[in-house]
């Protein structure tokens, strides 16, 4: 099974940087891809995906965080960054991390899917 953690975020002045990390950890046999997404919420908002990279590490941001949130990954740490700059007082939400991946059942014969999420950190940016 996979394990998904979170850390970074934190406060920022409007117009700062901040870095929110996810790890995805655990042994999976057969494993064939894995992707990361970003999402956030604040109050009186809907859910947002603002970031994901694909297994083959094609990389897709939304266009309110457009030219100005960026999204990596370390493939030997298997931990992927969401690097915020020019940040905005309307940024400020509780971040997500979502890992969904494929691997190979040996026991079944068939491709199966997992999907986790992170626990979450704060972006709070001030005005």
């Known amino acids: 099974q996979v394990q998904v953690t979170q850390s970074g975020g934190g406060l920022a002045q409007a117009g700062g940087s901040l870095t929110l990390s996810c790890a995805a950890s655990g042994h999976i046999i057969g494993l064939r891809d894995m992707g990361f997404r970003w999402y956030r919420q604040s109050a009186g908002n809907q859910r947002e995906m603002v970031a994901e990279?694909?297994?083959?590490?094609?990389?897709n941001t939304s266009d309110s965080v457009k030219d100005r949130f960026s999204i990596s990954k370390d493939e030997a740490k298997n931990t992927v960054l969401l690097t915020m700059k020019q940040l905005k007082p309307e940024d400020s939400a509780v971040y997500y991390c979502f890992v969904h991946y494929s691997w190979f059942a040996e026991d079944v014969g068939d491709h199966r899917t997992g999907a986790r999420w992170g626990q979450g950190n704060q972006v709070t940016v001030a005005s």
């Open positions: 990279i694909s297994a083959d590490g094609t990389t």
